[in-house]
């Protein structure tokens, strides 16, 4: 049985993986992927210490910290469920079953999906979730991108320089994001804003070829190449079913990383901790190690 | 003994440097394809592939999509 099984390789599991391997803990470190949403994120500006670093390039600077300490990773592994049974926690994955006395949930967040028809058919053929990966693949095209705030304008804004037309498909009466990024939106002449629209399916053949919206309305479909779908994040928090977690599916922690569950802690973009930032995560995650140390102390 | 590995990304895209990343450290060489600024190779793999996105991953022959580690290691023998 291990002293702590961290779930996630992000900014705030990497760093829970840092300060545990300090406290010389006997622990694993369970992960779809390394370096998580920084992994993919383009330029950062704000990670102290780094004027500017790319998103990779931070991701690769976390797993090398990580790795320096000769940790157990196991990646890319997916974690079904999390309950604790008496006093052992038990972690089941797609891969295998691990037992400990303490966990730290840093499993972060994933894009928010537009549950409509033809939207799983369409992934990867014309709909989207990364405008920074295949926006390129787009050039010359007419293009969607779905949503209104922040991810969604920057999406639009990279893709001016791109796409032929581009409109912009909001649910709610107005544009949410930054008011420079908006009014750089509305400056140009080939992004057609389209507020109060709801996606209603996404059509084509081999390929996307049109989105159906209702919008005026009316119902009707938009012929595009390209659907960008930008509408937010949501906790990768669905298998720890005993964990108390608020509307928005965000596990709630006290000031010490403390879940409802003795022993279960949580850190980073999957708790309910306002404001979602690298190096708040960060910062989260070695707490997370800190108090996870401590409880192991105390109930020895 | 040596694979033919190709790789089809973008420059900006994070999971193909990802990618590309760990086909370095694995010390495997490949031939990086621009699909940004290269058409005709964008055409190629949207073909080959039935989908736009990006990373391709192409070894002799067996076309993986996506930063997939596993089908990567698999698909190399490592």
Known sequence: MYDLIIIGAGPAGITATVYAARKKMDFLVVSGDIGGQAAWSGDIENYTGYQFITGPELALKFEDHMRKYGVTVKEPEQVLDIRKIEDKIIVKTDKGRYESRTAIIASGKRSRELSVPGEKEFKNKGLTYCATCDGPLFAGKDVAVIGGGNSALDAVLQLIKIARRIYLVNIVSHLTGDPVMIDKVHESDIVTVMNNAKVLGITGAEMVNGIKIRYDGQERIIPVEGIFVEIGLIPNSHFAPDLDKNALGEIKVDC?????????????????????????????????????FKYLNQHR | MNKKVKVYSTPTCPFCIR????????AVSFEDIDVSTNHEAAQEMMKRSGQMGVPVIDIEGELIVGFDKDKIRKALGL
């Not at chain 1, 802690?265 to 108090?291: M, N």
């Not at chain 2, 990618?19 to 694995?26: D, P």
């Open chain 1, 256 to 292: 010490c990383n403390r879940t409802n569950i003795p022993g279960i802690f949580a850190a980073g973009d999957v708790t309910d901790l306002p404001e979602k930032q690298i190096i708040i995560a960060a910062g989260e995650g070695s707490k997370a190690s800190l108090s996870a």
């Open chain 2, 19 to 26: 990618a590309k990343q760990f086909l370095k450290e694995s």
